[in-house]
């Protein structure tokens, strides 16, 4: 049962990222659903299923655009392993906290990515990359606080049933 639950859900997370996260954009700031749901796994399964989850959701997105190949692997299974790092140091179950997590956690991988995939760009606008890197982390992090309190909201109904 896991196995097929981590195949949907690496099929979801894809499908979101390819398909319905473009059509999410506000003023080109779109949220970035596979870093959320990669940080939600990590929160919740540890270093090791975040790590694993993060390399295949990468590798993924890698292969269907080659341009930054291994770029974004590296960086997503990263992201993986550190949300996985911060529930075993410092996990506290809550939704306030669990979207700060997830905000910090986007916001430096935008930024290293930026800085990984265009670096003269980067440096020459600077504010500008970090804005553009915070205001993307902010909108993921409300669609991922959204997302979980519907998660849960599920979960009481049913308990209701």
Known sequence: MPFLYLFFSWFFIIFCQV?????L???DVYPDLL???TAFIGLRKGWRMGLWFGFATGLTIDLLDPLNM???TLLVALTGFG???IREKFYVENNLYQTIMVLALVFIYQVLFRFVCWPGLFLD???GSLAD???IAVYSALI???GLLLLRQRSRLKELL
Not at 19 to 23: A, D, E
């Open 19 to 23: 398909v319905i996260s473009p059509r």
């Open 25 to 27: 954009a506000i003023n």
């Open 35 to 37: 870093l959320v749901i």
């Open 70 to 72: 291994g770029r974004m």
């Open 83 to 85: 949300a996985g790092i």
């Open 125 to 127: 606008n600077f504010l």
């Open 133 to 135: 890197s915070f205001l």
């Open 144 to 146: 991922g606080y959204f």
